[in-house]
């Protein structure tokens, strides 16, 4: 039998975007990466929200690696991330920053004295410039930082067991060395 | 005379607003709102896109070009953020591809009837 | 009386995988069973998912919902015709109505009688397998009759961007077209297994492929007229991948269909025949696999689920792969050569193929770059309307070109000097025409003009040789049809061009008694009130159109505010004009004290759509015309 083995070629084709799919299936392309992660953070000063000081960029420059979160009191799922971040802030060690974005000052306060302070120190960012600096689009957000430079991007609410199957790993391995 | 070169400079100014506003608005339409999957901020009116809107009349205020805005963009968001892929090494096979299949159609046709006659 | 639902539809369900699984006999040479002939167990399949699609719309219709289907698309204060639509508006109904469609299409093809036996009992084998697969795939990952655990008092409701008349008909048209497909697809791996695809081939297939053709065409018209009024951007097209997932099977059914024009007219072409058929079902099986497994991000998808992205991606590779494995070990054999020349109709529409070919390639490669650079290259890119239009625009003018040509070039042999000098008073009287359009309109650029020039030749050349006057009678030929599409795709070019050129938009923040201006026209916006709909409560603007200070018409759109499930959707106010549309759009407010309102003016809108209309028209009357030979050529 003869067979023109030109006509097989479409095969080979079927097999690799087959293949393709498959991964494509499993990877989950909502979540986006920050292509600021493995950068320098970009340089910021802000006022305080809990004092008359300043917070930027600076405070985040330490050599041992910090959470930065951005949130607002009127965002929802932020809300329901708070326990987490408290729980976090709690440990031995770590320090949670915060950005209050796009809010209200009263409102922002109330919601701290509400539902808990994680925060060393938390920024104003009344007019969400900063957040664009940052690359922020969908709050809450989360980033780890290390020397001032951006480690990791978490996007939307850090659910309680994220921060050990997550952020935990990342920051011990960065301690470690 | 001082009032007809008044004039011509007011002139002037307006029209280059008017040439700055078509700028905003076609840069608007090349970013992407990232709220609203699949939306240009010019067609979005959520907070985030109206921010975006603002810092881009800024930079074009500032005397920015189209491409050194954009950049600024793609540096904070990645390239997601621009509606036309960039043309890099990331996107040759993107725009290649349809020109290889294209030749590669032309050579079947011409060379499958060479045969025959 | 649930549970008696629950059981009659899940065997009914059985019945049909098992009926099925019996016709695909022949596609393994099994000889037993043959007492029950093809066309009685057709029509056991096709009442088994008739009577389940029909238990399923009752459910919906009385609002039962201990299913959980019911509760999680519908609300009993939900719109009659809504609780209707609801029925397929969801992942689980919408694959029910894609079987049904299978085993309808199946039913009446095993009805005709054939001369070769084998053929049809082959195709019906084929087709069942697919309706195996299928049946088998909602029976156990996406049942739509599956009880709810819980007791519901009332249920989730449809999303409210799906409520409407449109949308109710939007996916039937489009899975008659997309499902029509999978007949020829089993009909032409039938001609493969017998070696036999020659001009009776052809002949019978071809109503089947014009009819399936028409309605995918209607199915995304349907679509594309939706998106241009509900989702309120002023677009009728955003190269979406879940539109572009539609349009990939369009344009191989499109190759298709001229190829099985060709193959009956001159028994050659097969391969490319049969490469197009395998084609055009695998991308409708592609599009159905994008579109419900989740992995595109798109303001259309409604389910995700990788279990049941997995099951359709294995069947898709097997189709394709089967298919292609059979066609690469049997394409040697029904070929039969191409004895025309260079200058030929035939060459025309290989080249045209071949466009059609590429613009498929660049809708395919910029549908999944995004996907392969985040995969490979963990890095996010979107690829917007521009890149289709820089890469398609070239594409389409040589397209028209041979448009114009091909059609009337003779299937043998031809001189291009002597078409040419047969053309010469369209030529001339089109070239002035469209130069004094470019005097008169400034705006067009060179690629604009050039398709505003060919399209106008073919509308013309193609209505000259559909219709010919000879005395009084006016003499219908046999290739009505394909000139009525031609013209069609003429005029709907003209109009995408014009279009994009002359739209106008503006974006105003308003208040209660602002005059708002829009080239010459005036938008007098009176009043803003609080009105309650069926199932919502909605804002709604009342704004009066003026030209020369005469109120000409009233705008009303609206911002709905539905509470099941709770969704904000603003309802855009276009008024139609011959020559344009004046469309009003209102954007959710932000603040209290003005609404940002969007004006849009759409010219050639109508047109555009009334060049779709024709195409659909020509492929239905290609579909159904006898050939009642008045020869051309």
């Not at chain 3, 084929?126 to 990952?141: A, K, N, Y």
């Not at chain 3, 050639?604 to 209309?613: D, H, P």
């Amino acid at each position: 039998m003869k067979y023109n083995y030109f006509k097989f070629i479409p095969l080979i084709f079927i097999i690799g975007f087959g293949i393709f799919f498959y991964f494509s299936l499993s990877n989950d392309t909502s979540k986006l990466s920050s292509p600021l992660i493995g950068k320098k953070l970009p340089s910021f000063t802000v006022p305080e929200l809990l004092s008359n000081g300043e917070f930027m960029d600076k405070d985040l420059g330490g050599a041992i690696p910090v959470i930065l979160n951005v949130w607002a009191s009127w965002c929802i799922p932020c809300r329901v991330e708070h326990p987490a971040l408290m729980t976090l802030a709690n440990m031995d060690e770590i320090d949670v920053y915060g950005l209050n974005y796009k809010d209200d000052e009263e409102e922002a306060k109330k919601f701290i004295d509400e539902l808990g302070n994680p925060f060393k120190k938390i920024g104003i960012d009344r007019s969400g410039r900063t957040g664009i600096d940052l690359g922020v689009y969908g709050i809450p957000e989360t980033f780890i930082i290390k020397d001032g430079h951006v480690l990791y991007k978490h996007i939307g609410p850090i659910h309680v067991n994220e921060i050990e199957e997550k952020i935990l790993p990342i920051l011990n391995k960065e301690r470690k060395q | 005379m001082k009032k007809i070169c008044l004039i011509f400079f007011l002139l002037i100014s307006t029209n280059m607003s008017i040439a700055e506003e078509n700028r905003a608005i076609n840069l608007f339409k090349e970013v992407r709102c990232l709220v609203c999957q699949g939306q240009t901020i010019h067609e979005s009116n959520a907070e985030m896109a109206e921010d975006l809107k603002e810092v881009i009349r800024e930079k074009i205020d500032q005397g920015q070009t189209d491409g050194e805005i954009k950049s600024f963009l793609i540096e904070k968001y990645g390239n997601w953020i621009i509606m036309t892929p960039p043309f890099n090494g990331l996107t040759y096979l993107l725009w290649f591809v349809p020109l290889i299949i294209l030749l590669f159609g032309i050579y079947f046709i011409l060379s499958k009837k060479n045969h025959k006659v | 009386m649930s549970t008696t639902i629950y059981y009659i539809s899940n065997i009914l369900i059985i019945i049909c995988l098992v009926s099925s699984l019996l016709q695909t006999r022949y596609l393994f040479n099994i000889n037993k069973f043959n007492n029950l002939s093809v066309s009685f167990l057709a029509t056991i399949q096709l009442f088994s998912i008739l009577i389940a699609f029909g238990l399923l719309i009752y459910l919906f219709l009385i609002s039962d919902f201990s299913f959980e289907l019911v509760y999680l698309n519908s609300h009993s204060e939900k719109p009659l015709i809504y609780k209707f639509s609801g029925v397929w508006g969801n992942h689980e109904g919408s694959m029910l109505l894609w079987i049904l469609i299978l085993v309808l299409f199946n039913f009446f093809f095993s009805l005709f009688s054939f001369k070769r036996k084998i053929f049809q009992n082959l195709t019906v084998s084929v087709q069942s397998l697919m309706i195996f697969g299928f049946t088998l795939f909602i029976l156990f990952l996406s049942n739509p009759f599956k009880l709810s655990e819980n007791n519901y008092a009332d249920g989730i409701g449809l999303n409210p961007i799906l409520q409407d008349p449109l949308l109710a008909i939007h996916p039937p048209v489009l899975y008659l077209g997309y499902v029509g497909f999978s007949l020829v697809f089993s009909f032409a791996i039938a001609g493969l297994i017998c070696k036999e695809i020659d001009k009776t081939w052809a002949s019978i297939i071809k109503p089947w492929v014009f009819i399936a053709w028409s309605f995918l065409t209607a199915g995304i018209a349907l679509g594309s007229f939706w998106a241009y009024y509900e989702l309120g951007w002023g677009g009728y097209w955003f190269w979406d991948p879940v539109e572009n997932a539609s349009l990939m099977p369009w344009l191989a059914a499109t190759a298709l269909i001229h190829c099985v024009v060709v193959l009956e007219k001159k028994n050659t072409m097969q391969s490319w025949t049969i490469v197009l058929a395998i084609m055009t079902f695998s991308l409708s099986l592609i599009g159905t696999f994008l579109v419900r497994s989740g992995i595109l991000n798109s303001v259309h998808t409604f389910a995700s689920d990788p279990g049941r992205g997995l099951f359709i991606l294995i069947f898709l590779f097997t189709v394709l792969f089967g298919s292609f494995f059979l066609f690469a070990i049997q394409s040697e054999k029904i070929n039969k050569p191409d004895l025309s020349s260079l200058v030929s109709r035939s060459t025309g529409i290989q080249i045209n193929n071949w466009l059609l070919m590429t613009i498929l390639s660049i809708v395919f490669i910029g549908t999944m770059y995004p996907l392969a650079t985040d995969l490979f290259f963990n890095q996010s890119l979107t690829v917007g309307p521009q890149y289709y239009a820089i890469t398609i625009t070239p594409l389409i003018i040589i397209f028209i070109f041979f448009m114009i040509f091909s059609p009337r070039l003779g299937w043998k042999e031809s001189k291009l000097i002597n078409l040419i000098m047969s053309m010469r008073f369209i030529l001339i009287s089109v070239l002035s025409l469209s130069f004094i359009i470019s005097l008169y309109f400034d705006l067009f650029n060179l690629s604009e003009i050039t398709i505003i020039f060919l399209s106008l030749i073919l509308v013309f050349t193609s209505l000259k040789s559909g219709f010919s006057l000879s005395g009084k009678n006016t003499i219908i030929k046999s290739n009505l049809g394909q000139n009525i599409a031609h013209a069609g795709f003429g005029i709907f070019m003209i109009a995408v061009v014009s279009n994009a050129v002359y739209s106008k938009e503006k974006i105003y923040d308003a208040k209660v008694g602002d005059s708002l201006e829009l080239s010459g026209y005036v938008f007098n916006f009176k009043k803003i009130e609080q009105v309650e709909g069926a199932n919502f409560n909605s804002l709604k603007a009342y704004i009066d159109l003026e030209k020369e200070e005469k109120t000409l018409d009233e705008f009303t759109p609206e911002i709905r505010f539905y509470s099941d499930p709770p969704t904000i959707t603003s309802e855009t106010s276009i008024i139609h004009k011959f020559f344009s549309d004046i469309y009003v759009v209102m954007n959710v407010p932000q603040n209290q004290q003005s609404v940002s309102v969007r004006l849009h003016i759409k010219p050639f809108m109508n047109i555009l759509w009334f060049g779709v209309i024709m195409i659909i028209l020509g492929g239905l009357i290609t579909a159904f015309l006898k050939r009642t030979r008045i020869d051309e050529v």
